[in-house]
């Protein structure tokens, strides 16, 4: 008796189950408070932020630290007021993550720095500064003088204007 032929069926590759792939229009703005530096298991970097709200949320991008305008080397990063990031959460594993968007992590690390770094005044907005806070600390000095005249504000004057701008005290 021949033995009978069973047909043997190939099984079909199995889906993983991926996070959904992310939206260019659903950006999210967060407001990070504390950035802490962590490793995983094998040694892979990632970034726990801390939200203003205390909600946690892990980053593998180094990116984030960068426009919070936080170092990189350091192990927490501190922000007064909090840093505001816009970019994508995604649940992933359990966690939930945030990533930049495409556009922002073209971006190099200094010219990220570069936009979180504050305006640079010009040199005639510094000066008129420093000469408002000559007046003003010749005004405080004024209050402690028994014989108040314009003529002992303006000798006040020019002592703090030399020290401000010459370093030198008479």
Known sequence: MA????????KKAQ??????PVQKDNLTTIR????WKNQTKVGKPFYSLVLETGERLTSFDSGVVFLAGGDAKQRVNNFNPPAVLEGH??????????ELPKD??????????AQATTYKRSQEEADSISRM????TAAMLME???????????????????????????
């Open 3 to 10: 033995k009978k032929l069973t047909k043997i069926r190939a």
């Open 104 to 113: 922002s992590k073209k971006q190099s690390p200094q010219a990220a720095q």
């Open 89 to 98: 959460i995604v649940e992933r594993g359990g966690y939930k993550h945030f």
């Open 15 to 20: 889906k993983t189950k991926r996070a959904a």
């Open 32 to 35: 990070v408070a504390t950035i």
């Open 144 to 170: 402690y003088e028994k014989t108040k005249s314009m003529k002992r504000f303006a000798e006040l004057i020019k002592i703090c204007e030399k020290y401000v701008f010459e370093g030198k005290v008479e």
């Open 133 to 136: 806070s000559i007046l003003r």
